[in-house]
């Protein structure tokens, strides 16, 4: 059964992808509106499925698809706490490609896969899992706003008449989303890996710290880390802050992407 | 739909003519009083700008002579004027009077400021009494149609001068303009009217500067600002979130280096240019620069151009819907027509009716509480069937031209006087013997 309303919200989140790629070439305000609508649908949807893996008891915490399905519905919630505050909707150019392919691979199938190794402090692993989460769709989101504000700085440079009317918000507006979600994803990524080393000592007794996992996740929080602090002190934004900011969202796919050859930190079936 | 208006504006007539027949606010009031003291008119406004002069009235019988009175009451020829002047009648009217309110007849079409001066000149027609029924309904519903036009196109929403550009321009950079600090570099006409935009729509605080010192704190001083020394511009020049620049200077000013300076001094926090000197204060290198967006004269031309294209795509569409608002007004006017022609007839069978049943019932004699629901629910059950078809065209025909004609017929046939309620029924009454016998 929640399958069946991670499919409804798939769907919904369908039309909120569908506006993303129109988006980038026109401007529609009815376009937006209905998007917008209809994530907001998906979201309820999704957090029904969610309650209702959770509350039948079979929501495993580390299972890669409520992960991703987990992670998709922490992501439209930045998506929706923005446009509370900026009435925006063109982060979901980035945030509903994300979200419908993260969704989507989580409904497809719902197989449990299981941390491989037996966890002995549960509520930490829950409390890393939602930290690290939250770090990611703050990062997601980062990531999108510093390639909007590309665009939309080339929008201005261009000088086409055109760059009065787009769908993007002003060029500071923009640059505020992305540096207020890089500095509200930092110390959730922070504690999120502080979490994750505590389950591992206790798991493991030690941590490897040449597992691919813990190596690329370390990588991934120093790039974070680049980019917070350039941007505090020498005001980074545009190219290098793009480019600092992609090169931390690829950290971030490779660390994920490390459960599959990571010694300790590996889903089996 | 007796509507007939006479006028002038931007279009038909020079300066010299629409100065002649410019009315002062003033004199206004007087002015609808004369008009509708005018032979043949029964209500009417009369609405007077910079652009244009309209008289707009409801007749008493479909034709009055406005141009006499326009003759009469500025004292001008028919030479001098008439061939200045446009005549518009019923439907034309109409339309002429929503597209004036829409701002579709305007110099620049889309501004704002023309519905606002109907508006006007409404409230003043209304309060001598010159603007009752007929011409409330009209602009009641110009007002709305003008509304309607605003939100639904964008032909109102884009500017158009080259100041106003660059307000848009920092708005698409900045967001708000709250708390911008605004540079003038070189104090002329140009880079002051920017800058009095810019400082309406939020800027904080502004800086001046100009060779001739003295001339930088006096325009400093307009804006409660503060003169900068010209040898001072690099080292000040990046407290500025945006820059207007218009020095005679020869070559650029501000060059590349000095753009690399500001950013790190600002911590990369973009800055505006608005560049309207020839030739150019800010070198395309400079403009180049991550964080520096740079506009000189052509480009803010161009945007402005641009704009004016747009109007015109939107004035297209706003026209699409004064004309169905048109032919709405018109219908609804033509179905008001009738309404009172239904309601006399209504009233004329029913004393028809009653008299009939007073008639009979001495003849009859006393009847019982049955028989007299049967005679009841019998001849209203006639009236109503006699009735149905001549309603039922009059409804269809009120949707039509031939309305007039309709209504006509069938006020002669049943000999209707429909002003008012009491006068149908005394007519019909009188007629009595005419009524209906089964």
């Known amino acids: ?170 060029l500071e507006v923009i640059d505020q989303i992305g540096y207020r979600s890089l500095l509200l994803g930092f110390p959730f990524m922070t504690l999120g890996l502080l979490t994750g080393s505590v389950v591992a000592l206790t798991t493991y007794g030690r941590v490897d710290f040449l597992d691919p996992k813990i190596l690329l996740s370390v990588l991934m929080w120093a790039v974070y880390m680049v980019m917070v602090f350039t941007r505090w002190n020498s005001g980074w934004r545009g190219r290098r802050a793009a480019i600092l900011a992609s090169f931390a969202f690829v950290a971030a796919l490779a660390a994920w992407a490390a459960n599959y050859f990571s010694t300790i930190h590996r889903f089996v079936s | 739909m007796r509507y007939q208006l006479i006028g002038l504006n931007h279009k038909s007539a020079p300066l010299q003519i629409r100065e002649k027949l410019a009315i002062p606010e003033s004199r206004l009031p007087d002015t609808c009083r004369e008009l509708t003291a005018y032979p043949g008119i029964e209500e009417g406004m009369v609405i007077s700008t910079c652009n244009r002069v309209e008289v707009v009235t409801h007749t008493v019988n479909g034709s009055a002579d406005l141009r006499g009175f326009l003759h009469d009451h500025f004292h001008l020829t028919p030479q001098e004027l008439d061939a200045h002047l446009y005549e518009f009648r019923e439907k034309d009217a109409v339309r002429h009077i929503f597209r004036v309110a829409a701002s579709l007849d305007s110099m620049v079409v889309g501004e704002a400021q023309i519905l606002g001066q109907v508006k006007e000149a409404y409230a003043t027609a209304r309060a001598v009494g010159a603007v009752r029924g007929q011409l409330d309904q009209l602009f009641s519903r110009a007002f709305a149609v003008a509304k309607r036009v605003r939100t639904e196109t964008a032909v109102g929403s884009s500017s158009v001068s080259i100041a106003s550009v660059a307000v848009e321009l920092a708005k698409k950079i900045f967001g708000t303009l709250q708390g911008k600090n605004v540079f003038i570099v070189g104090a002329g006409k140009m880079s002051e009217l920017a800058a009095r935009h810019l400082m309406a729509h939020g800027c904080a605080s502004i800086f001046v500067a100009n060779r001739t010192y003295e001339r930088a704190i006096g325009l400093a001083q307009k804006f409660n600002g503060q003169a900068i020394k010209f040898e001072d511009l690099y080292s000040t020049c990046d407290r500025a979130d945006i820059v207007i620049t218009s020095t005679g200077a020869p070559h650029a000013i501000f060059r590349r280096e000095h753009g690399e300076q500001f950013l790190a001094r600002r911590k990369n926090r973009p800055m505006f240019f608005i560049d309207i000197a020839v030739p150019r204060d800010v070198s395309p290198d400079m403009a180049k620069l991550d964080g520096i967006f740079a506009y000189d004269i052509d480009d803010l031309q161009q945007a402005v151009t641009s704009h004016v294209a747009d109007r015109r795509k939107e004035a297209e569409r706003a026209e699409q819907i004064i004309a169905s608002e048109v032919e709405k007004f018109e219908a609804r006017a033509h179905t008001l027509d009738v309404v009172p022609t239904i309601v006399s007839l209504q009233d004329h069978l029913e004393t028809i009716r009653q008299a009939e049943i007073d008639r009979v019932r001495g003849r009859m004699g006393q009847l019982t509480p049955e028989q007299e629901i049967a005679v009841e629910a019998l001849t209203r059950g006639i009236i109503n069937k006699v009735m149905h078809t001549p309603i039922t065209t009059l409804k269809t025909a009120a949707k039509e031209s031939e309305a007039t004609t309709v209504v006509d017929v069938v006020r002669r046939l049943f000999n209707l006087q429909v002003k008012a309620k009491d006068g149908a029924a005394e007519a019909a009454a009188k007629k009595d013997e005419v009524g209906i016998r089964h």
């Not at chain 1, 798939?10 to 994530?39: E, K, Q």
């Not at chain 1, 989580?106 to 690290?132: K, N, S």
């Not at chain 1, 989101?141 to 993007?168: D, H, M, N, V, W």
Request: glycine content about 6%; hydrophobic content about 60%; overall charge positive.
């Open chain 1, 1 to 170: 059964m929640s399958l069946l309303w991670l499919r409804f919200a798939l769907g919904c989140y369908f039309i909120g992808l569908i506006y993303a790629f129109v988006a980038l070439s026109r401007t529609s305000d009815l376009f937006a509106r209905i998007a917008l609508h209809a994530a907001s649908l998906g979201m309820v949807f999704h957090f029904v499925s969610l309650v209702e893996v959770f509350v039948s008891g079979q929501f495993v915490w580390a299972s890669v698809h409520n992960g991703e399905s987990l992670l998709a519905f922490i992501s439209m919630c930045f998506f929706m706490i923005i446009y509370a505050i900026y009435q925006t909707t063109s982060p979901g150019v980035v945030v509903f490609p994300v979200v419908f392919f993260l969704t989507f691979v989580a409904a497809v199938d719902q197989q449990p896969v299981l941390l491989t190794a037996f966890v002995q402090r549960r509520g930490w692993l829950i409390a890393h899992i939602i930290l690290i989460f939250t770090g990611y769709a703050a990062l997601v989101l980062s990531f999108g706003a510093s390639l909007l504000y590309l665009l939309q700085e080339r929008r201005l440079k261009s000088k086409k008449p055109t760059s009065l009317i787009s769908f993007l918000p002003a």
